[in-house]
């Protein structure tokens, strides 16, 4: 579970990523509803009557793009502090930004499952809690990977650039593939045979698999 | 009277460009000649007019940072009686095949300038930069004479003809370093001239080349040269380098060579390394031919290992026997459990290079590096000065533990690869901040990861520590150009940028620049580029040069030196300190921007 409360960021984002866990977190996020309107910390109120959002981006890597629109609760331009209805960012640039209100409670997104609810002055004393309640839930079954709760609409924007190889290496890289399929016994072997050595219980690394090695050009 | 300390006021009289000065000049000569830092020596140069003309006289040695940051002629009136000289030409970029070969970096108006007039001259070291015959020709006839050293450090354009020339023509030859130059092959004559007419040698470096040479001169090299104590070669079969071996006594370095016939340690079986070999980089060396390191590991004091074929179980193997290690360079093969070896064994270590191998998982075992392999290096090597390495995984943690441990790193970079879809813990904010704070000799620092893995206060960290710091490379950082702003605001001692995979705007990068007041070089590499770079005029001021290389997808066709193509289709900005004005011999696809006059 990544929890991340910088000076500047109050962030916390949790994301299911297996589908096995749904309806487990829908009985959560009814339990969760009912736990903070009772705690009276934040400002959340009745998670039912959520309009549908556009679907998130896929959690798994890929870059972020934060959907431009969001239809939670229509007509909300300005989030004020203090309401007690659930607050929207309409203005992507707005979405998971810095704290508003007290220093003591910041803003709390989640994602799940193509939809995202967004949650102003939630108290940071109420974290803790939350991520428990979470985790006796999903069971681990959460995703770790905080990329997504950056917004960076830039790099959404610029073609991804590959990270480059160094000259000397590329060229030595070349080589032993060349040698590998030139003289088929040696290296081949070697590499398949690392199983076998390997065979007095190393680690093997495994679901890497099949995965089909892009040419580096450079 | 007597015996007192000068008060402060007669000590600046003493010191002072005026005619009743206590000190004559041939006693601030004296003084001056002691000092060799590049920094003290351009402080000192700073303090009158009279020191001026005193560190001119004295400096041995310049390194013109990049080569047109000044004119040859500017050089030459300051320094008329320099020894050596080192010039460097292309963007780093260009060991990344990022930059086509008619970019520039000529090394002719150097040559040409300088080879003559430059009497003392006896030191040459051009980096990264295009020399011709002609141009190596012309040095020759001007320096052959007494040129001792003479360094082409990843260059290109010359061929093994330039090489029988200074064979010939330079008998005082100490040093003769060609690591990594493209050169046209004419045959391996020069060698044996070489060994023919030199008997000072002491280093010969044509590793990374293609070249082609016969062993029986190697072995007449080590015949003529008793003094030879670094070879490091180009492919060549070791086996045939047993003679050269048992004539070269006094060796200590050894990089190159190759191993051919594998899985039969018999050929190489005869090969024995002379007794005073310390550094050592056998190219193809597989876990069969290992065994040949065993008898000397423990005198080991360098390894590269980067152009094995060892297994991380062999590195495992291997390095547990080199407790004495002070470089060791490997791939990522070495994996985390190679890494603790480290930590556990080499305890003497300061330079670690870990490079990023295949990405196809069926050639490299371990699936790469961590933060556990890394930690386990910090924690084990207290001494450790550098530190480069392409991770996979990596965590806040494994840098505060680099940064608590490793306190006298002066140059740190980290390059997070992409392959893996799961990082465990970023944005890597707090680590960086941790790390930066730690390392107070931190001189150089990259810093390349991917989107998510620095948020702008993360950037904003970087900038508000970065310390004395005067090189970085960053990539992949921030997510707005705010971030970048309160960097830059940070970097007052930031001298050299690189920023590759950015997202912050032309305009951002132009109010960047003007923040940051010690920053004489930017290269930056895709980022939010307009057809025309318009923007980055916001940057333009006197003696500052602003090149631009628009995005355009014919790019793609251009060949870098070594034949491959350069996929990059993406814009390159490069601005830069100048005294020479603009450059004049650009290529067309590089537009120098200024302001309408």
Same mark, same amino acid.
């Given at each position: 579970? @990544?929890?991340?409360?910088?000076?500047?960021?109050?962030?916390?984002?949790?994301?299911?990523?297996?589908? /096995? &866990?749904?309806? &487990?977190?829908?009985?959560?996020?009814?339990?969760?509803?009912?736990?903070?309107?009772?705690?009276?910390?934040?400002?959340?109120?009745?998670?039912?009557?959520?309009?549908?959002?556009?679907?998130?981006?896929?959690?798994?890597?890929?870059?972020?793009?934060?959907? @431009?629109?969001?239809?939670?609760?229509?007509?909300?331009?300005?989030?004020?502090?203090?309401?007690?209805?659930?607050?929207?960012?309409?203005?992507?640039?707005?979405?998971?930004?810095?704290? @508003?209100?007290?220093?003591?409670?910041?803003?709390?997104?989640?994602?799940?499952?193509?939809?995202?609810?967004?949650?102003?002055?939630?108290? /940071?004393?109420?974290?803790?809690?939350?991520?428990?309640?979470?985790?006796?839930?999903?069971?681990?079954?959460?995703?770790?990977?905080?990329?997504?709760?950056?917004?960076?609409?830039?790099?959404?924007?610029?073609?991804?650039?590959?990270?480059?190889?160094?000259? /000397?290496?590329?060229?030595?890289?070349?080589?032993?593939?060349?040698?590998?399929?030139?003289?088929?016994?040696?290296?081949?072997?070697?590499?398949?045979?690392?199983?076998?050595?390997?065979?007095?219980?190393?680690?093997?690394?495994?679901?890497?698999?099949?995965?089909?090695?892009?040419?580096?050009?450079? | 009277?007597?015996?007192? =300390?000068?008060?402060?006021?007669?000590?600046?009289?003493?010191?002072?460009?005026?005619?009743?000065?206590?000190?004559?000049? *041939?006693?601030?000569?004296?003084?001056?000649?002691?000092?060799?830092?590049?920094?003290?020596?351009?402080?000192?140069?700073?303090?009158?007019?009279?020191?001026?003309?005193?560190?001119?006289?004295?400096?041995?040695?310049?390194?013109?940072?990049?080569?047109?940051?000044?004119?040859?002629?500017?050089?030459?009136?300051?320094?008329?009686?320099?020894?050596?000289?080192?010039?460097?030409?292309?963007?780093?970029?260009?060991?990344?095949?990022?930059?086509?070969?008619?970019?520039?970096?000529?090394?002719?108006?150097?040559?040409?300038?300088?080879?003559?007039?430059?009497?003392?001259?006896?030191?040459?070291?051009?980096?990264?930069?295009?020399?011709?015959?002609?141009?190596?020709?012309?040095?020759?006839?001007?320096?052959?004479?007494?040129?001792?050293?003479?360094?082409?450090?990843?260059?290109?354009?010359?061929?093994?003809?330039?090489?029988?020339?200074?064979?010939?023509?330079?008998?005082?030859?100490?040093?003769?370093?060609?690591?990594? $130059?493209?050169?046209?092959?004419?045959?391996?004559?020069?060698?044996?001239?070489?060994?023919?007419?030199?008997?000072? +040698?002491?280093?010969?470096?044509?590793?990374?080349? *293609?070249?082609?040479?016969?062993?029986?001169?190697?072995?007449?090299?080590?015949?003529?040269?008793?003094?030879?104590?670094?070879?490091?070669?180009?492919?060549?079969?070791?086996?045939?380098?047993?003679?050269?071996?048992?004539?070269?006594?006094?060796?200590?370095?050894?990089?190159?060579?190759?191993?051919?016939?594998?899985?039969?340690?018999?050929?190489?079986?005869? =090969?024995?390394?002379?007794?005073?070999?310390?550094?050592?980089?056998?190219?193809?060396?597989?876990?069969?031919?290992?065994?040949?390191?065993?008898?000397?590991?423990?005198?080991?004091?360098?390894?590269?290992?980067?152009?094995?074929?060892?297994?991380?179980?062999?590195?495992?193997?291997?390095?547990?026997?080199?407790?004495?290690?002070?470089?060791?360079?490997?791939? !990522?093969?070495?994996?985390?459990?190679?890494?603790?070896?480290?930590?556990?064994?080499?305890?003497?270590?300061?330079?670690?290079?870990?490079?990023?191998?295949?990405?196809?998982?069926?050639?490299?075992?371990?699936?790469?590096?961590?933060?556990?392999? +890394?930690?386990?290096?910090?924690?084990?090597?207290?001494?450790?000065?550098?530190?480069?390495?392409?991770?996979?995984?990596?965590? !806040?943690?494994?840098?505060?533990?680099?940064?608590?441990? $490793?306190?006298?790193?002066?140059?740190?970079?980290?390059?997070?690869?992409?392959?893996?879809?799961?990082?465990?813990?970023?944005?890597?904010?707090?680590?960086?901040?941790?790390?930066?704070?730690? $390392?107070?000799?931190?001189?150089?620092?990259?810093?390349?990861?991917?989107?998510?893995?620095?948020?702008?206060?993360?950037? *904003?960290?970087?900038?508000?520590?970065?310390?004395?710091?005067?090189?970085?490379?960053?990539?992949? =950082?921030?997510?707005?150009?705010?971030?970048?702003?309160?960097?830059?605001?940070?970097?007052? !001692?930031?001298?050299?940028?690189?920023?590759?995979? $950015?997202?912050?705007?032309?305009?951002?990068?132009?109010?960047?620049?003007?923040?940051?007041?010690?920053?004489?070089?930017?290269?930056?590499?895709?980022?939010?580029?307009?057809?025309?770079?318009?923007?980055?005029?916001?940057?333009?001021?006197?003696?500052?040069?602003?090149?631009?290389?628009?995005?355009?997808?014919?790019?793609?066709?251009?060949?870098?030196?070594?034949?491959?193509?350069?996929?990059?289709?993406?814009?390159?900005?490069?601005?830069?300190?100048?005294?020479?004005?603009?450059?004049?011999?650009?290529?067309?696809?590089?537009?120098?921007?200024?302001?309408?006059?």
């Amino acid at each position: 579970m @990544t929890y991340a409360e910088g000076e500047g960021s109050g962030k916390t984002t949790m994301a299911a990523a297996k589908e /096995s &866990s749904k309806s &487990s977190f829908a009985v959560t996020c009814g339990l969760l509803s009912r736990y903070l309107r009772e705690n009276k910390g934040g400002a959340l109120q009745g998670l039912a009557g959520l309009g549908m959002a556009p679907p998130a981006t896929a959690i798994e890597g890929g870059a972020f793009q934060p959907p @431009t629109t969001m239809n939670l609760l229509s007509g909300l331009e300005d989030p004020k502090p203090d309401t007690v209805d659930v607050e929207l960012a309409v203005d992507k640039g707005q979405l998971l930004q810095a704290p @508003t209100g007290n220093q003591d409670a910041h803003q709390l997104t989640i994602f799940y499952g193509g939809k995202v609810v967004v949650v102003d002055n939630f108290p /940071s004393t109420e974290v803790k809690a939350l991520l428990q309640m979470a985790n006796a839930a999903g069971d681990g079954a959460v995703d770790r990977t905080v990329p997504q709760s950056m917004p960076g609409p830039a790099h959404s924007d610029l073609p991804d650039l590959p990270i480059a190889r160094r000259n /000397s290496l590329h060229r030595f890289l070349e080589k032993r593939k060349g040698r590998i399929t030139a003289k088929a016994p040696y290296q081949a072997n070697s590499a398949s045979s690392a199983p076998s050595k390997q065979a007095n219980g190393d680690k093997f690394w495994l679901g890497l698999g099949q995965e089909v090695a892009i040419k580096q050009e450079i | 009277m007597g015996g007192e =300390v000068p008060s402060p006021r007669r000590l600046t009289r003493a010191l002072s460009s005026d005619s009743t000065s206590y000190l004559p000049d *041939e006693a601030l000569h004296l003084v001056l000649a002691h000092v060799d830092a590049p920094r003290d020596r351009e402080a000192a140069s700073l303090v009158c007019r009279r020191w001026h003309r005193i560190d001119a006289l004295t400096r041995k040695h310049v390194t013109v940072g990049f080569c047109y940051a000044a004119r040859p002629s500017r050089l030459l009136a300051r320094f008329p009686t320099l020894e050596s000289l080192a010039i460097k030409g292309k963007p780093r970029a260009a060991m990344y095949g990022l930059i086509p070969d008619d970019w520039g970096a000529y090394a002719a108006p150097w040559v040409a300038a300088l080879a003559a007039p430059l009497d003392c001259l006896k030191a040459l070291k051009l980096r990264r930069m295009a020399v011709s015959d002609d141009d190596v020709a012309a040095l020759v006839r001007a320096r052959g004479h007494m040129l001792q050293e003479l360094r082409l450090d990843k260059c290109s354009g010359f061929s093994t003809d330039a090489l029988r020339l200074v064979a010939r023509s330079c008998r005082s030859l100490r040093t003769l370093f060609l690591e990594e $130059c493209s050169i046209t092959d004419k045959g391996g004559e020069w060698l044996h001239e070489l060994a023919a007419n030199n008997s000072l +040698l002491v280093t010969l470096n044509f590793y990374m080349t *293609e070249l082609k040479v016969a062993p029986a001169d190697l072995e007449l090299l080590a015949k003529n040269c008793k003094s030879l104590l670094s070879l490091k070669i180009s492919e060549c079969d070791l086996s045939d380098l047993v003679g050269f071996f048992k004539a070269a006594n006094a060796l200590e370095d050894f990089a190159g060579g190759a191993f051919y016939e594998v899985g039969e340690l018999t050929k190489y079986e005869k =090969v024995k390394f002379p007794p005073r070999v310390c550094f050592l980089g056998l190219t193809y060396m597989g876990t069969n031919e290992m065994p040949v390191i065993f008898p000397f590991s423990a005198s080991l004091k360098k390894l590269d290992l980067q152009y094995t074929f060892l297994t991380t179980e062999d590195h495992c193997q291997l390095i547990s026997k080199c407790p004495n290690l002070f470089v060791l360079e490997v791939r !990522n093969v070495i994996g985390d459990r190679g890494l603790q070896v480290v930590g556990d064994t080499c305890k003497k270590l300061r330079r670690l290079r870990i490079e990023r191998g295949d990405d196809d998982p069926g050639l490299e075992e371990e699936q790469g590096v961590s933060q556990l392999g +890394l930690t386990a290096v910090a924690v084990g090597c207290r001494d450790l000065e550098y530190i480069a390495a392409y991770v996979s995984d990596i965590t !806040n943690g494994a840098l505060e533990s680099i940064g608590t441990f $490793c306190q006298n790193l002066y140059d740190f970079r980290l390059v997070l690869l992409d392959r893996q879809k799961q990082v465990t813990d970023l944005p890597l904010d707090n680590g960086v901040r941790a790390l930066l704070r730690s $390392c107070t000799k931190l001189r150089r620092f990259a810093f390349y990861l991917r989107p998510g893995g620095l948020s702008d206060t993360g950037l *904003e960290y970087i900038g508000q520590y970065s310390g004395n710091i005067q090189y970085m490379l960053l990539g992949n =950082v921030g997510e707005s150009d705010l971030g970048l702003i309160r960097f830059a605001i940070g970097c007052t !001692n930031l001298r050299k940028l690189e920023l590759r995979s $950015c997202c912050f705007s032309e305009r951002a990068l132009s109010l960047a620049v003007l923040q940051m007041p010690s920053l004489r070089y930017i290269w930056v590499q895709g980022y939010k580029a307009s057809a025309t770079g318009l923007e980055l005029l916001h940057m333009a001021r006197p003696f500052w040069n602003i090149e631009f290389t628009p995005p355009s997808p014919e790019s793609m066709l251009r060949m870098a030196v070594d034949g491959e193509p350069c996929v990059d289709t993406q814009a390159q900005v490069l601005a830069y300190r100048s005294l020479a004005g603009q450059r004049s011999d650009c290529p067309d696809w590089v537009t120098p921007l200024h302001p309408a006059a």
